[in-house]
């Protein structure tokens, strides 16, 4: 019963914009860190950002730390990830993940179907 649902991906050039959201339903959603991953075909799907539900602390991968920012609205029970001077590389498929403990592909419980972001150069 509980649903993620991404959007805001889409095509845009290199150097330029876009802001994902991920929306979730029937879930105590203030618990629980949530997480943005991405993945493309024969690539492990790689852990991109993260923010704690308790400090709202954030963690970021080494390759999008000064471009992307992560933040939460837990009124609305949304997550944010926003993606500035995008590169060709961050071509991926997105996705949203919440997780009641630690973060990773392996332990958060539950996930998007995701959305795709593709960057041309």
């Known amino acids: 019963q509980v649903q993620l649902v991404e959007s805001g991906g889409g095509s845009v050039q290199a150097g330029g914009s876009l802001r994902l959201s991920c929306t979730v339903s029937?879930?105590?959603?203030?618990?629980?860190?949530l997480a943005w991953f991405r993945q493309t075909p024969g690539k492990e799907r790689e852990l991109v950002a993260t923010?704690?539900?308790?400090?709202?602390?954030?963690e970021y991968a080494d390759s999008v730390k000064g471009r992307f920012t992560i933040s939460r609205d837990n009124a609305k029970n949304t997550v944010f990830l926003e993606m500035n001077a995008l590169k060709p590389e961050d071509t991926a498929d997105y996705y949203c993940?919440?997780?009641?403990?630690?973060?990773?592909?392996?332990?958060?419980?539950?996930w998007g179907q995701g959305t795709q972001v593709t960057v041309s150069s």
């Open positions: 993940a919440a997780c009641s403990n630690r973060v990773g592909v392996a332990e958060c419980d539950y």
């Open positions: 029937k879930l105590t959603f203030k618990y629980y860190n």
């Open positions: 923010i704690n539900w308790r400090d709202e602390t954030t």
